[in-house]
């Protein structure tokens, strides 16, 4: 995205301490959080901390399987051996998995090393459970000065067996979380959604700039750490320990396994496939950076990154039963430079947005899937928003003339609009394998959209649709309002109305609340409902429902909802 664009039953006495979510989540506002969880049996660790210090940046989960889900935690040994320092010895930590949270019933534990060379954090990729089934997880380290330290009990879930018939699926929905511009209120109001089986995090889970630098109108509400724009390990190391210290994301990631993905600020701004446009030289060669970057995500990250010939990636389909299929994009690892949104190199067929071998993968997945619904996290827009939309029959001579897009000229080229030969051939192939139910969710831009997917935006509806698109607004990242600094709904409201005039695909648009979304899946129909914060300044915001929109089954087309699937 460019710079303007862009509770838990108390557990038996076993021995283990079990926090309250009190406890949990009692860490300051500003997102410095100091003592989480109990004493291990009511003393302190060799070391002098109590248990909740040594674990604290919480516990996580993800990626869930039918017999397995990735667990996640850092540890904090001594006070020192803070994130990205390199400080701190070689330990071994236990992990357990139960289906009680007094853990009477464990049914998968093991052992896992962990050192300074992975920061500290412990990832482990948990099997021999079962589908459909809700565990609750903990760690313990058991070497070294915090021996007997034990982290806050964790819950999590699996999928559905493969062939399950499932009536149900919801997933929370988020994206763009930048900790300079506001508190993470809306992680909190989402983990308290019911009946979650996942949060999907579309990216921009970090922000990558110096303190200050991608602040807008209204400044910065706490500062970044490092106050350096990030580009070696440890400072992306230091980026996502501070962005984990938050009491309100760690609430969000206690009891409901994520999936995510990256865009580009995990990374720079703009980044593509041999920079970014937030990347100098003089800040060194960007494939070092981007190494580092990917490193410390895999290490901070529940992700179960998935290797073919060419090597480790971060696209992956996820399977619910026979309702869905979930396909997570890269779309920043593999694209060709980004044009101006002016140019009609836009058109090229030789750009790439997800490049040949993801592109491959994921149109062959969606067309030879099994499951009632194609549910697509999209990092970036994928419906065309142009100024105008110019139909190509009667326009070609004008758009030579101009030297502008086919297409029209598009709102972002950062987005799929950038890049209209992969787009066209994707769409070519929901079309010609007549998908009826390809979902995508989608993040980036900071705003609250839902679309249709045209054929042809200039003859829309009359060419018809391959699909449908639902896009969930910023935790806290600037969208039209911060940006001109004007109140809520006031240039907003215009700019909303001018784009639903020009495109009529955009069936709804809302661009100044920030919040998270839920996606309700069933077999008659998906349905988004957004959420929006009352203010990201502060940092006990309260939250309002918004708005609601379905699609059913076979229908691609969006259309509004009553209300919330669930209430």
């Not at 750490?225 to 994301?249: C, E, T």
């Not at 030789?350 to 969606?366: D, K, P, R, V, Y």
Request: net charge negative; glycine share 10%; aromatic share 8%.
């Amino acid at each position: 995205m460019t710079r303007t664009s862009d509770s838990q039953p108390p557990a038996p006495n076993t021995g283990w301490a079990q926090p309250s979510r009190r406890t949990f989540l009692g860490g300051a506002a500003a997102g410095t959080v100091g003592v989480l969880g109990t004493v291990y049996a009511g003393r302190a660790t060799a070391g002098g901390q109590a248990p909740g210090a040594v674990f604290r940046h919480g516990v996580a989960s993800g990626d869930p399987l039918p017999d397995r889900v990735i667990l996640w935690t850092r540890i904090t040994p001594t006070d020192d051996a803070t994130p990205g320092s390199g400080r701190g010895s070689a330990t071994s930590v236990a992990w357990e998995v139960a289906t009680d949270p007094g853990f009477a019933a464990v049914v998968s534990s093991g052992t896992a090393a962990t050192s300074p060379a992975s920061d500290l954090t412990v990832k482990v990729d948990a099997g021999g459970l079962a589908p459909n089934t809700l565990y609750h997880y903990r760690f313990r380290v058991v070497s070294g000065s915090a021996a007997g330290a034990v982290s806050p009990t964790g819950q999590t879930k699996t999928a559905p067996a493969t062939a399950a018939d499932v009536a149900r699926v919801r997933f929370g929905v988020v994206s763009c979380a930048n900790w300079e511009a506001g508190y993470f209120s809306a992680y909190r109001h989402l983990a308290a959604q019911p009946d979650l089986d996942a949060i999907v995090h579309l990216g921009d889970y970090i922000y990558e700039y110096g303190v200050g630098e991608y602040g807008g109108h209204d400044g910065t509400v706490r500062a970044h750490q490092p106050a350096h724009d990030i580009v070696s390990l440890a400072d992306y190391r230091i980026r996502h320990g501070q962005y984990k210290s938050d009491s309100d994301l760690q609430s969000a990631h206690l009891n409901v396994p994520w999936i995510c993905t990256w865009d580009d600020h995990e990374s720079a701004n703009d980044s593509y496939a041999s920079g970014a446009e937030n990347h100098t030289a003089a800040e060194g060669d960007w494939f070092v950076r981007k190494a580092n970057s990917e490193q410390a995500y895999f290490e901070w990250m529940p992700v179960r990154p998935e290797s073919d010939a060419s090597g480790r990636h971060i696209y992956r389909r996820l399977r619910f039963g026979n309702l869905l299929e979930l396909s997570m994009l890269d779309l920043r690892t593999y694209r060709s430079k980004q044009q101006s949104m002016t140019s009609a190199k836009t058109d090229d067929p030789s750009a790439t947005i997800a490049g040949a071998a993801q592109m491959s993968w994921l149109t062959n997945g969606i067309v030879s899937s099994p499951t009632t619904w194609q549910i697509i996290g999209n990092p970036v827009m994928i419906s065309p928003i142009l100024i105008p939309p110019l139909e190509p029959g009667t326009t070609a001579a004008l758009t030579e003339l101009l030297g502008v897009p086919n297409a029209g000229i598009p709102l972002n080229s950062d987005a799929w609009d950038g890049y209209t030969a992969d787009r066209k051939r994707l769409y070519q192939a929901l079309h010609d394998n007549n998908v009826e139910n390809a979902v995508f969710i989608t993040g980036d831009i900071h705003m609250s959209f839902a679309c249709d997917l045209p054929v042809d935006a200039a003859n829309y509806p009359g060419a018809g649709t391959v699909g449908t698109e639902l896009v969930v607004t910023s935790v806290t990242s600037n969208n039209v309002d911060d940006i001109v600094g004007v109140p809520e709904y006031t240039a907003g409201a215009a700019a909303a109305g001018a784009l639903t005039t020009i495109n009529h695909h955009l069936r709804w648009v809302d661009t100044d609340a920030h919040g998270y979304a839920v996606l309700t899946v069933t077999p008659a129909a998906t349905q988004m409902d957004w959420f929006f914060i009352t203010s990201r300044e502060d940092p006990g915001s309260g939250q309002r429902y918004a708005q609601s929109w379905r699609v059913p089954n076979g229908a691609r087309h969006v259309q509004p909802a009553p209300g919330p699937a669930l209430t």
